[in-house]
């Protein structure tokens, strides 16, 4: 299906953006996105297999093998939905957090709370015990359900029933969810890995698109199955993550010189899955084609940057998918760390990010009146 222009109902703003020639180039508002494209990776790969109208021609890289930069501006613009009065709750979004746990809480937050601020309108977490009440107390617009257990709160012969009764309750809710978010803050406690895989098999059956991130990552590089062929799944390893990955996946070692080959062959070797490596360019692939977002976010690396780009992909990769279902009509994180930046410099930290997620895609994409 393609995702022409003329579809999209802010087609105009994206005739009007692309007339503002240099000056607009040049302004703060076009910085603030810069921040906002990174976290669209997983989208545009998506919106690559939708349209190559999304890809621009002429840029590229990589030392072996051309690399095209995504617009993921002018994707998120395509899949974004608009702001209309007959939409009811839930049609934006409904998102999951698996993780959190007796280390993590922010994690999980990080990336709930992304997926709210990207314009989802449910954002729900599931933590174990000790985190909910924390992770609730940050904010309220979450939906907390502390069901997750940890090897310490379990006895040895509770454990076949508990890990059932957990899977019975996330099995209650995930038919209502459009994506859900394996792994930020859940930790790597082999009880709890074990009960989350069972949840990943159930979310593989019911079809429910999975961004795997964090401790998740490290789930699914010793248990490969998880994710094998599964076209659902989208993986964000950041520079370890995707390190270990390569080497359980491919036995050696991460090849710099051909970067997008050694993408390409992770996702054809795990089979059907997209794969958004972060660093310094986020390079993306679906074992197809290799897209890259280079645009500059900000210098600083603080930890829980990386949540809010898998809560924000979570809500991307759902609204590219209702696009394509349904013909209707996804953008945005390192424009919103450009922005906050620019403001907190080096004091800058996640929440301040999250603070201008809204503003960024606002400039992208603006919600009207
Ligand atoms: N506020 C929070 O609650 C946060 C929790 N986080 C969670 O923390 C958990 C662990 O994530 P990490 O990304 O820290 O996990 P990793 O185990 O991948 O990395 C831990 C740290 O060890 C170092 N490291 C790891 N492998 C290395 C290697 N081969 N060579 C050199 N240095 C290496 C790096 O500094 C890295 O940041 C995840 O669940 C994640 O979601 C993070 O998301 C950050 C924020
Ligand atoms: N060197 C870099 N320059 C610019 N942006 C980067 C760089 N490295 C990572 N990013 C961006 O920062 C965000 C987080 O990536 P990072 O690699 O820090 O993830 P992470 O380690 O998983 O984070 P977290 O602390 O949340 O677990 C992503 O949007 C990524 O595109
Ligand atoms: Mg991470």
Known sequence: MSLSMGACPHAWQQHHLHHRGRMWAASPAFRRQLFLLRSLAPTCADGGRASSSSLRPHLMYAAAGPVYEADAEAVVRRITPPLDRARHKGQAGKIAIIGGCREYTGAPYFAAISALRVGADLSHVFCTKDAATVIKSYSPELIVHPILEESYSVRDDERESVSSSILAEVIKWMERFDCIVVGPGLGRDSFLMDCVGNIMRHARQANIPTVVDGDGLFLITNNIGLVEDNSLAILTPNVYEYKRLVQKVLNCEVNEENASEQLTALCQKIGGVTIMRKGKADLISDGKKVTQVSTFGSPRRCGGQGDILSGSVA???????????????????????????EKNKRSTVTTDIIEFLGQSLEDICPAGR
Do not use: C, G, I, M
Request: cysteine-free; aromatic content about 14%.
């Open 315 to 341: 809500v991307f990769s759902s609204w590219a998918r209702h696009f394509l279902l349904s013909n209707e009509q996804p953008k945005e994180t390192r424009k919103a760390a450009a922005l906050a930046f």
